[in-house]
């Protein structure tokens, strides 16, 4: 089986608003725009790359699809932009006056930034790990002499406040 994920529809305001945007300000290609009836247009946008997901830019065409533009997600991080040069992107969309939400962070997983796009959806702008020379420490699970993690406690929050204050033990944010 080959299977994969083609496109994502963004409901958007305008559709050339928001082409204008995701190809001057995120960099990305416009990759069709075919008239389909007066009122709706196929408009697929995506990142420079290889084997890119397609935005399928999707205008309003009720009241309650208007009232999804700019938060999709109730209020989540939507998408996730992967680059080879986390800097490099950074800096060109601080230059065309992004709004970031969350600064850059280093993870175990690369160098990471929230932004918004023209609309408010939340986006991960996403570097590779090896592009901010950081080696994550070593770290041990937390242990309590009351509830050690291997206790057959059904639950060894109860028991242990070290666990209940741990950072291993954060819930889905």
Not at 57 to 66: I, S, Y
Not at 114 to 135: A, M, S
């Amino acid at each position: 089986m080959n299977q994969r994920i083609a496109h994502i529809a963004l409901v958007v305001k305008d559709y050339d608003e928001a082409i204008q945007w995701y190809t001057q300000v995120l960099g990305f290609d416009l990759i069709e725009d075919t008239q389909l009836s007066e009122t709706k247009r196929w408009v697929l946008v995506a990142p420079k790359g290889e084997g890119a997901c397609k935005l399928l830019l999707a205008k309003a065409a009720n009241e309650e699809q208007a009232s999804r533009i700019g938060n999709q997600t109730g209020g989540r991080v939507f998408l996730f932009l992967h680059t080879d040069d986390f800097w490099r992107d950074y800096n060109r969309l601080l230059e065309h006056k992004v709004n970031f939400v969350r600064e850059p962070a280093k993870e175990e997983y690369g160098t990471v930034a929230v932004f918004e796009d023209l609309y408010g959806n939340l986006w991960d702008l996403i570097g590779p790990p090896n592009n901010h020379n950081y080696n994550r420490p070593k770290t041990t699970l937390p242990t309590c002499a009351n509830a050690p993690i291997a206790s057959t406690t059904a639950n060894p929050m109860a028991t242990c406040p070290t666990l209940a204050t741990s950072p291993f033990n954060r819930m889905a944010e």
